[in-house]
Structures are given as C-alpha cells and as structure tokens.
Nanobody, 121 residues
Framework: QVQLVESGGGLVQAGGSLRLSCAAT????????MAWFRQVPGKAREFVGV???????TYGDSVEDRFTIFRDNAKNTAYLQISSLKPEDTAVYYC???????????????WGQGTQVTVSS
C-alpha cells in the first residue's frame, strides 16, 4: 500500500508560478514511479508526466516546458513546478504512484486526493 498526500494548490494569477507536492508513504513507496495528471470538469484526465526513482522523466505530449517534475527521494516526495501559469492550466491536479512506468491513468493503483489549481486572468 502506498498513501499519497498532495499539497500546494490554490488560486494564482496568470503569469505566476506554483509548486505542487506529493508526499508518499507506505511500503514500496520509495521505489514507485510517481506521476502527475490533471483534470478539467467534463474532460478526461490528462497525463502530465512521470518520474522514476532515479530521476528519469517523461512528459505528456501536450505538456509545455513550463512544467517541471522532480523528486526528493530522501523525503519520498515528488513535485510539479508550473511557471508562467495560464488560465487554461486551471484543473485538479493528481499525483499517482505505481511500481511500473506508464502514461495511462488506468495503470496507477495509488492516487492522491487531488489539489485544485485555479489561475485567474
């Protein structure tokens, strides 16, 4: 079992930046691939990126380079840094973890509660 707790969302003005955190606890959490997804109401969950324990990262095809994923293995925490925020970045952001690498939400067994990011224009 892996438990994920997200933090860092909120209301931000366009052009600002935000760092989301995802703290993992539980057995095997330190070895897990950790991914970020986001979802807008009425739309499918979108893959943002995934990072391995060793720091290898894959970003989603539609993800701009304003998004940066990194992790601190000592803290068992993954981060999603978003810069130059745009109103279209408004979404609920989820972190997920699994023992295998994947870009599909259906592959992930463990999920955070989600954190709302709202970008005002």
């Amino acid at each position: 079992q892996v438990q994920l707790v997200e933090s860092g969302g909120g209301l931000v003005q366009a052009g600002g930046s935000l760092r989301l955190s995802c703290a993992a606890t539980g057995r095997s959490s330190s070895n897990a691939y950790m991914a970020w997804f986001r979802q807008v109401p009425g739309k499918a969950r979108e893959f943002v990126g995934v990072i391995s324990r060793l720091g290898s990262i894959t970003y989603g095809d539609s993800v701009e380079d304003r998004f940066t994923i990194f992790r601190d293995n000592a803290k068992n925490t993954a981060y999603l840094q978003i810069s130059s925020l745009k109103p279209e970045d408004t979404a609920v952001y989820y972190c997920a973890a699994d023992e295998r690498w994947s870009e599909s939400e259906y592959s992930y067994d463990y999920w955070g509660q989600g954190t709302q990011v709202t970008v005002s224009s």
